[in-house]
């Protein structure tokens, strides 16, 4: 079956874009916004509306399926693609991504994803694009087949159906004591994120972070139903190395005390530093991990900034430089690559973590379910938005859904056997 049309539509993410390094560098917040002058090239404020670009493919059968195009909350940040523009993502989707389109067999996702994201110029697409496209590219191959996402990427993959759930992971934004009360009460398997991305929430030698660690445990104790144990995973948006400075023992040493704090939960602790380069990532982030492994402590070190693409994450594994990776979806960019990231680390036993970023849709994140699902992520990210409600729902309900239709395939399977 072929293309017959090419549809764009603008939309919304479901957060907004910041500026890093205006925040670091002591942007305050006024209420919902920040005051100060924006830093990072492209940016007129420091936090702006998150926006995203819909692709429909108008398949023979008129039959359209979506995709949604956009960037992370810190675009521009740590080696990423500079900030969301739909105008000219739109430009460039018309001009260079659609006539592509009409020239693949769109039941073949892996071949449509190889074709369609053909580098131009030696230059490859803008990993959003890549990201939404692909996502429309799936959807045009399950809907062909007449199998779900997951089923398509586990065909492509060479992968058995999936019987077990991922774990889901919220993020607290910045109303933390509330959001962590919404998490405990439903039952979230990791939490709460906490956004530590300020120097006021890290506080001084890390004070204010330790009591917010201590406060999650005693508070997941305290409302938590009976046997409830939760992974607790703070990103703390490198301020350990900004606060502390960036000598890994020291680094080391400070993450080990935060896990003695809480001796009965496992931690992970995301973004411990910034080194500046993905090079300097890789050597530091591995002398840590070692440092840790040596002392045997409870506390997993998860690698975000510098670690962008699927060769980025090929390094981090290959070095043993992390104890699970962050896969952030749009800065990966096709979901093909997504699921080639989920089973790198699993070959190269670091952990894999599908995460993403609060600016995406739900059309973005129900699509990551699958590719989590059918990959057997070790965790993957409730979203979109900086909520728990929405994101969890979203996630969860879709995670569900897909279990319940491969719960029947396989039955069915089953029987004709």
Request: some cysteine; aromatic content about 8%; charged content about 20%.
């Amino acid at each position: 079956m072929q293309i017959k049309d090419v549809l764009l539509a603008p939309g919304n993410g479901a957060f907004f874009y910041d500026d890093q390094a205006a925040i670091r560098s002591g942007a305050t917040q006024d209420g919902f916004r920040y005051v100060g002058e924006p830093v990072t090239p492209g940016f007129t404020s420091i936090r702006i509306p998150a926006s995203s670009l819909s692709i429909g493919i108008v398949l023979s059968d008129e039959t359209v399926v979506w995709g949604d195009m956009m960037n992370v909350q810190y675009s521009g940040a740590g080696g990423r693609d500079p900030l969301f523009d739909a105008n000219r993502i739109s430009v460039f989707t018309s001009r260079v991504v659609a006539p592509r389109l009409f020239d693949i067999d769109v039941s073949r996702f892996r071949a449509s994803c190889a074709k369609v994201f053909e580098p131009v110029e030696n230059l490859r697409l803008p990993l959003a694009v890549e990201y939404g496209v692909s996502q429309a590219l799936l959807r045009a191959a399950a809907h062909l087949q007449r199998k779900t996402m997951a089923e398509i990427i586990c065909a492509e993959f060479d992968l058995p159906l999936p019987t077990c759930r991922v774990p889901i992971y919220c993020q607290s934004g910045d109303a933390r004591e509330i959001n962590v009360d919404k998490m405990i009460l439903k039952g979230v398997d990791v939490l709460p994120h906490g956004l530590i991305n300020s120097r006021h929430k890290f506080g001084v030698e890390g004070q204010t972070f330790m009591e917010f660690v201590k406060w999650v445990a005693t508070r997941t104790r305290q409302i938590g139903r009976p046997g409830y144990h939760p992974v607790l995973h703070f990103d703390v948006y490198g301020w350990i190395g900004q606060e502390i400075g960036l000598e890994p023992q020291r680094i080391a040493d400070f993450i080990c005390k935060v896990a003695d704090a809480v001796p009965d939960f496992t931690i992970n602790i995301e973004s411990p530093a910034d080194f500046g380069s993905t090079q300097a990532q890789i050597e530091n982030y591995a002398k840590i991990v070692s440092i840790l492994e040596n002392r045997s402590s409870s506390a997993r070190i998860v690698v975000d900034e510098r670690c962008n693409t699927l060769e980025d994450i090929r390094l981090f594994a290959d070095a043993k430089a992390t104890h699970l990776v962050q896969i952030k979806t749009p800065d990966v960019g096709s979901i093909a690559d997504i699921a080639r990231a989920v089973l790198l680390c699993k070959e190269n036993e670091v952990g894999a973590y599908v995460g993403g970023s609060c600016t995406e849709t739900e059309l973005s994140a129900q699509a990551s379910v699958h590719v989590s699902v059918a990959t057997q992520a070790d965790m993957m990210l409730a979203k979109p938005g900086m909520g728990v409600d929405e994101a969890f729902s979203i996630v969860g309900n879709e995670q569900n859904r897909l279990l319940a239709m491969m719960n029947r395939r396989r039955a069915q399977d089953e029987h004709i056997g």
